[in-house]
């Protein structure tokens, strides 16, 4: 499994952001595609995952009430739309495939990595 990760970039507060993320290779294994952030000095830490199948939706506590996850299942493509966006989610912002989602928050879930995309919040 291949992903591309796209649409980073910098926002100001309050602005909004759509991520996109890819999916190409043995997609018909994929369990569920999750989104992950990392600020400098931090670790990973878990945004939002959507099961590829039933389109279910997760969020962490960073996403709830803000972000919301997608799935375009014709495009092999998960979206992450982020709003009323603030200089805290300023991070790289990950997405990865897990084959066997028993718990989607954990990174230890997930078999694959997207390359990872800049998101920058200024105040």
């Known amino acids: 499994v291949q992903l591309q990760a796209s649409g980073g970039g910098l926002v100001q507060a309050g602005g909004s952001l759509e991520l996109s993320c890819a999916a190409s290779?043995?997609?018909?294994?994929?369990?569920?595609i999750g989104w992950f952030r990392q600020a400098p000095g931090k670790e990973r830490e878990f945004v939002a995952a959507?099961?590829?199948?039933?389109?279910?939706?997760y969020y962490g506590d960073p996403a709830k009430g803000r972000f919301t996850i997608s799935v375009d299942n014709a495009k092999d493509t998960v979206y992450l739309q982020m709003n009323s966006l603030k200089p805290e989610d300023t991070a790289v912002y990950y997405c990865?495939?897990?084959?066997?989602?028993?718990?989607?928050?954990?990174?230890?879930?997930?078999?694959?990595w997207g390359q990872g995309t800049q998101v920058t919040v200024s105040s």
């Open positions: 290779g043995s997609i018909f294994s994929i369990d569920a």
């Open positions: 990865a495939a897990a084959f066997n989602g028993e718990d989607i928050s954990l990174v230890t879930s997930y078999d694959y």
């Open positions: 959507i099961s590829w199948s039933s389109r279910s939706p």
